[in-house]
């Protein structure tokens, strides 16, 4: 099945023989659904703060950051934005000029003037038609101004990555979602002035995030009084999963090569256990807001922080004394509540182990990958997001799932994710240093029973694509984990260029 060539080629990617053959097994097992013990709510698994919490919380941070502790912002800006623009390309594909009526084009022109790459868009019309974008739209020639945001002759949205569009308009200037990440990064994550930031991008788009960077770091820096560390890595070539046809053997390719596809994002997880330091927020490109509706995010981003180093001086602690070597059964009892309050960790092995096989026991649930993830609540829209499920050891802890791990045919299950609460607005903190310092394997810890698969298709040819574990998902399964209420002001992302006539990214 693997030939010569076959090998030459795993050998480039730094995949190995045994990985295919159990990715293709993979194909024909398939993935098993998660056993779930209950949705996550407030009080069961999701931690409501109250004011005085909150303020402990910030004050915390701030000691951290004072201190000298180190933190990175961390944001997936792989991919292009051609979903974000599905709508503006069926448009294009109709022959009739006028959008139907309440059409998602139909409801863009009418508030075009909201549009915050408005003026570039006009001068690109100008040059491409010789007339503004008025008086194209006046002499109802629609398919030229959608054209000429989406095509690679305009603007070419529809092929750029979503962190480089623009996003928000002010008086004097207008940014890109890298942009308001950077300010971002520098209101929330600065230490001793110094911000750390790492973009994941694809290889096609690397060239134009290292241009872009060069045009607006140093004016930023001069205008906050910051210095950015701003670092660029792509998925790694041995996180790419091999294809299969429909009968699950290799899928290859014309010239008879084995075709291999990104793993999706969670094999990122791969680019974060590179990240030199202790404190990571990981939030996607397009959850960004202008500077003058920023104030709740930076609130939260500093609340979820906060909490997390508080768990982590508790866990730090609670570590000291299990390898003491002097134990006493008042301390088992606190580190044993302290799992169940604050990490909803059920462990039933913990209460059949005595002396220093609980004390291992326990030590090794503790001294793990730490995130605190916020969650938004829902407004009866279902989805994946927060839930307790159950650990191949017996244990359940949260874990952040999507539907596709949950069996539609367990009605119990069905139901619990109907009537979610919340839902996962991707707003992590976690810390990936052990107490010595050192970083934690992290891709140790993945589930990989908690990837999915997909169809696609290749020049016309159906294939089999293989995902591996999400980033927030199965990747970070065996991380100890806690959710926190966040309001939905803080989740503003732009998934449909009509987003951003939303009052949440007008400036």
Known sequence: MITEKDKATLEAKGITEQQVHEQLNRFATGFPYLKIASSAVVGNGITALNAAEETSAMERW??????????????PASGAASRMFKALFSYLDQKEETPAEGSPVAKLMAEFDKVPFYAELDATVRRIHGKSISELAEANRIHDIISAIVNPDGLNYGNLPKGLLTFHK???????????????GAQSA????NVSLHFTVSSDHRALFEKKLAEVVPGLEKRLGVKYHVSLSEQKPSTDTVAANLDNTPFRDSDGKLVFRPGGHGALISNLADIDSQVVFIKNIDNVVPDSRREPTLRYKRVLAGYLIELHDSITRYLDILNSGCVLPTNITEIKDFMRTKLCITDPAADNLEGNDLVRHLAAKLNRPLRVCGMVRNDGEPGGGPFIAYNPDGSASPQILESHQIDPANAEYSAMLAGATHFNPVDLVCYIKNPAGEHYNLPAYVDHNTGFISQKSLHGKELRALELPGLWNGAMSDWNTAFVEVPAETFNPVKTVNDLLRPAHQA
Not at 62 to 75: I, N, S
Not at 173 to 184: A, I, N, S
């Open 62 to 75: 701030e000691k951290y950051l004072a201190d000298g502790g180190t933190v990175t912002k961390f944001v």
């Open 170 to 184: 002010y008086e004097d200037e207008t940014r890109t979602p890298l942009e308001e990440q950077l300010v971002e």
């Open 190 to 193: 600065s230490v001793n002035g």
